[in-house]
């Protein structure tokens, strides 16, 4: 398979900004804190989204009710727990908000989020589908597949063990993929297909190569 097959192929990762909540309420005050402290002055986040003094706000409000949750108070734990909703729906906000800067500069993703005081999750993310071939597990096979044409559509498949001279049916498929068997081992054997539609086909691709093993 040919360099430019093996590059398109290539996974590309998004790194996606995760907050990690601590369970217990102390812990997560002082979590919310260091977002706080890492956010505020922070040129790479110019207007958060919620404002961060409604965060603080948020966090204040759940300061007090814990504070008064811990006398036992009836009713208070209730009143706690709200006060913990209500900040943590605006942690994602802000957690939304820090996804977007990051998204901006997909290369300097970790660091923007890392400087939010949030963890970064990387997700692999693979390129699209293009047309490649590659051994199969057998000798003197081959692996092709190809971008989906349509969700209604059948694929014809050639190869050319001269070049390109002259070609040879392998046979149609109502999938976007196919294995090509009884090559030469050695030999290099470029491919090439074509979809059908309701309509008729289309042109035959550009060929591919790959040295059979």
């Known amino acids: 398979m040919?360099?430019?097959?093996?590059?398109?192929?290539?996974?590309?990762?998004?790194?996606?900004?995760?907050?990690?909540?601590?369970?217990?309420?102390?812990?997560?005050i002082t979590y919310v804190q260091g977002i706080l402290k890492a956010m505020?002055?922070?040129a790479t986040f110019p207007t958060?989204?919620?404002a961060l003094p409604a965060v603080s706000n948020a966090l204040g409000d759940l300061q007090s009710a814990e504070t008064v949750a811990l006398t036992k108070v009836k009713g208070s734990i209730a009143t706690r727990n709200e006060k913990r909703a209500a900040l943590v729906a605006l942690l994602e906000l802000l957690r939304a908000y820090v996804q977007s800067i990051a998204d901006a500069t997909p290369e300097n993703g970790p660091s923007?989020?890392?400087?939010?005081?949030l963890a970064v999750r990387k997700t692999a993310v693979r390129a699209p589908r293009v047309f490649a071939?590659?051994?199969?597990t057998v000798s003197?096979?081959?692996k092709l597949v190809v971008p989906s044409a349509a969700r209604r559509a059948s694929y014809e498949?050639?190869?050319s063990t001269d070049?390109?001279?002259?070609?040879?049916?392998?046979?149609?498929?109502?999938?976007?993929?196919t294995a090509v068997v009884g090559l030469t081992a050695g030999a290099t054997v470029l491919f090439r297909y074509r979809w059908v539609l309701k309509g008729g086909a289309g042109d035959w691709s550009p060929s591919v190569s790959m040295l059979v093993h």
């Open 48 to 50: 958060p989204i919620p």
């Open 40 to 42: 505020t002055g922070n």
């Open 157 to 159: 498949w050639q190869y």
């Open 112 to 117: 923007i989020i890392e400087s939010a005081g």
């Open 133 to 136: 071939a590659k051994p199969g």
């Open 163 to 177: 070049g390109g001279k002259t070609w040879s049916d392998a046979g149609p498929t109502l999938q976007a993929r």
């Open 140 to 142: 003197g096979t081959a």
């Open 2 to 28: 040919s360099n430019a097959n093996s590059s398109a192929n290539k996974k590309v990762h998004r790194s996606v900004a995760c907050l990690r909540l601590p369970l217990t309420i102390s812990l997560l």
